[in-house]
Each structure stands twice: as C-alpha cells, then as structure tokens.
C-alpha cells in the first residue's frame, strides 16, 4: 500500500523496549486480538459512490463498445438491463454480474427501482425519444445516443421531459471526450494554426442490408434518415465545435447512386456547406456507400491540423502543418477512453444535477440543421437560411 511501510527498527521502535523473546518456558500460547489504527498513514480514499446505470438496447455498439467502457468507468455501474432478448440479456448479466432485467413492455417499473439512477439509450434512432421520456417520466437521468432524434419535434419533447423531472439529459457524442480530438480544439482555440478558415470533414462507409446492425439504418421508420443521421453527423458536430458559432446558412445536394435498391427509404449520401457570421464555412460530406472512413481538416491562417480517422473508436491520427514544413503527428492520449469518460462525465454532472458537457439542447441544433440540410438538397441546393 503507498506510504505504509513498516521495516524492522520500527516495529521495534514501536514496541517500546518491551522483550519481544520470552524464555521457552515463560512463553503464552499466541493469541490473535484487535488492535486500533495507530500512526498515520496515507491511504487510499474509499471507493467513490457510484452512480447505476439501466442499458437499454443490447446491439452491438452498446455491448462492444459501451458496455466496456462503463466497466472502465470511476463513477457508474451497470445494475439492469433492458432487451427483447432475454436470453441475451441473460448471459451479458452473467458476465457483467448484472441481475435486473426488464424488456420493452415492462420498462416503466424501472421508476421503482431503486437500483437505478440513469439509464443509456442505445435503439435505433425513431425510439430515442419515446425511451428517453419514459426514462425521464420515471424520474432517471438519461444519456441517449447521438442523434438525439428523429425530428425536431422529438427533440424538444425530449428536453421539455427532463425539465419537468428535474432530471438531466445528455447527447452521447463521444469525441468530445476523447483526447485527441480535445487537444485538436484545445490548439485551434489557442491559435496555434492562426485564425481558422475553413473546415472540412467526411464520414462514411457501406452499408450491407444483410447485416443487422446496418439493415436498420436503411428502414426510415427506425432510422430517422440516411448516413447523414448516422455517420455524417460527426462531421457536421466537428464543424460546429470547431467554429463554435451559429450558422447562418446551409445548401447541400444528395449523392445517392442511382437506382440502388438499398437507398429506397433514405439517402445513400449527401454533401453540405455551411456559412458562419466571421465569414468561415464548412462543408462535409456523408455515405453509405464510401469505404470506411472518417476524416476532419482544419485550415488556419498558419497552418492546418488533419485528423484521419476523426472518429474511431480506437484510432486517431492527427498531423498539424505549417506553411511548407513537414507535418508534424500529434498524440494526446488513448482514444479508448472516450467511453468512460463520457459516462464519467455525465454521472459527476447529474449528481450534482448540472447539464452534461452535450446536452440535449446541443442534440436539438444537431437536428434542427439536419433537417435543413434535407430541406436544401430536396430543393437541389437551395441555400437555405438557419
């Protein structure tokens, strides 16, 4: 233990002089007692309480990616599980040593539990909001994942549902804990590639229909709307963190192949500008249909930083530039930990019921743009006013 170290000249020192060898026949029989904690030591603090966490949604991104990281966590637990699947629920319990369970008729017995103080969302988008309010209603805090919902309207119910029960909401949008992509705004904000410029990001990847986790992402009830929903919406949060002010206008256009049978409900693509008040613009871009990637590049006066992949969950590369030198590649930390930070994060913010570093109002703007990047590439690029 650190600090606590007893050596032999203490325990002598400690003894007082007193014979520590009796003569054999003048020896007792030793006896085991308690003593008081003498001296001072530096120990460890207890362990922190912890806050308890219901799962709700068992795919594959909650049980590969976040259930792990509530494991890494300092502040949270897992104490429930909520699935259709009950078999499934059932081994990840064994596993996890989770021992509650409910499914999607009898989730609202969750407000009488006592064993939960938050539940994490992780359904396909069109459910967030009813889970979400739900999980509200029954007096938890709750972390959805991004994006927040299928519609502005889902939004501010959403956020109107956590005012009346005083309970706080967050938007999981995970790169704003992870290390890198901190250290990226950490440098553009303290101008070490000049004033920025411009910004730009893509994310995409293929969707196969035959595979679960990508078959619903291509069904618009579930789903909301294509890859800009699902994937393009890091680009379009980075772009917005990055310049950290309110867009005034956007225009985009669809970049859907023809005639592709897996895009008969949402877009397989779609590219996007917006324009700022300073006169700095961003675009993106969005697919389903790109290999896998995820990208960000930021222009300065002096230089630049590129960030490829932007997003990952384990991987991120980042160079910064300056005029004709050679990039110099940057590392601030392990991207792994993203997960439990973020969960971190938002157990010390809702036990002091305190908004989350991504709340759900940052959720809304998400959506609110969004849906007038939509409105904009159904209208073939009309530039749209925000």
């Given at each position: 233990m650190t600090g606590f170290r007893i050596?032999?000249?203490?325990?002598?020192?400690?003894?007082?002089?007193?014979?520590?060898?009796?003569?054999?026949?003048?020896?007792?029989?030793?006896?085991?007692?308690?003593?008081?904690l003498a001296g001072k030591f530096n120990l460890p603090d207890p362990p922190k309480e912890r806050m308890r966490w219901a799962v709700v949604g068992l795919g594959s991104f909650a049980v590969g990616q976040m259930m792990p990281g509530f494991i890494a966590a300092s502040h949270a637990r897992m104490t429930a599980?909520?699935?259709?699947?009950?078999?499934?629920?059932?081994?990840?319990?064994?596993?996890?040593?989770?021992?509650?369970?409910?499914?999607?008729?009898?989730?609202?017995?969750?407000?009488?539990?006592?064993?939960i103080d938050a539940v994490y969302i992780a359904l396909p988008v069109?459910?967030?909001?009813?889970?979400?309010?739900?999980?509200?209603?029954?007096?938890?805090?709750?972390?959805?994942?991004?994006?927040?919902?299928?519609?502005?309207?889902?939004c501010e119910a959403?956020?109107?549902?956590?005012?009346?029960?005083?309970?706080?909401?967050?938007?999981?949008?995970?790169?704003?804990?992870?290390?890198?992509?901190?250290?990226?705004?950490?440098?553009?904000?303290?101008?070490?590639?000049?004033?920025?410029?411009?910004?730009?990001?893509?994310?995409?990847?293929?969707?196969?229909?035959?595979?679960?986790?990508?078959?619903?992402?291509?069904?618009k009830t579930l789903a909301g709307g294509g890859s800009m929903y699902d994937i393009g919406i890091y680009a379009l949060n980075a772009a917005l963190w990055t310049v950290d002010e309110t867009p005034v206008s956007v225009s985009a256009v669809y970049s859907t192949p023809a005639n592709d049978p897996r895009f008969k409900e949402v877009e397989g693509g779609v590219e996007w500008r917006l324009r700022f008040p300073s006169g700095i613009s961003a675009q993106g871009a969005s697919s389903y249909c790109w290999t896998y990637a995820t990208r960000q590049r930021f222009f300065g006066a002096q230089g630049s930083i590129s960030m490829d992949p932007a997003s990952d969950y384990n991987q991120i590369n980042m160079t910064m530039?300056?005029?004709?030198?050679?990039?110099?590649?940057?590392?601030?930390?392990?991207?792994?930990?993203?997960?439990?930070a973020q969960i971190d994060a938002f157990c010390v913010a809702a036990a002091a019921n305190q908004p989350h570093q991504t709340p759900g109002e940052m959720g809304l703007r998400d959506i609110r743009i969004i849906q007038a990047i939509y409105k904009s590439a159904d209208a073939n690029g009309q530039i749209v006013t925000l």
């Open positions: 050596d032999r000249r203490s325990l002598l020192a400690a003894a007082g002089g007193l014979p520590l060898i009796a003569s054999a026949a003048g020896a007792a029989i030793p006896k085991a007692e308690g003593q008081p599980f909520v699935s259709g699947s009950p078999d499934k629920a059932r081994d990840l319990g064994t596993r996890y040593g989770v021992s509650k369970f409910y499914d999607y008729i009898t989730f609202d017995r969750i407000a009488d539990d006592k064993e069109a459910l967030h909001a009813e889970y979400t309010i739900r999980a509200l209603k029954a007096g938890k805090h709750v972390l959805c994942e991004k994006p927040m919902a299928s519609t502005v309207a889902e959403m956020i109107a549902a956590a005012k009346t029960a005083n309970r706080q909401l967050g938007i999981a949008y995970r790169v704003h804990f992870e290390p890198n992509n901190m250290d990226a705004i950490k440098r553009l904000r303290a101008g070490e590639i000049g004033d920025l410029r411009y910004f730009s990001g893509e994310a995409g990847f293929v969707a196969n229909p035959d595979y679960p986790p990508h078959k619903w992402r291509l069904q530039q300056h005029a004709d030198l050679t990039p110099v590649t940057l590392r601030a930390g392990n991207p792994a930990v993203q997960f439990s």
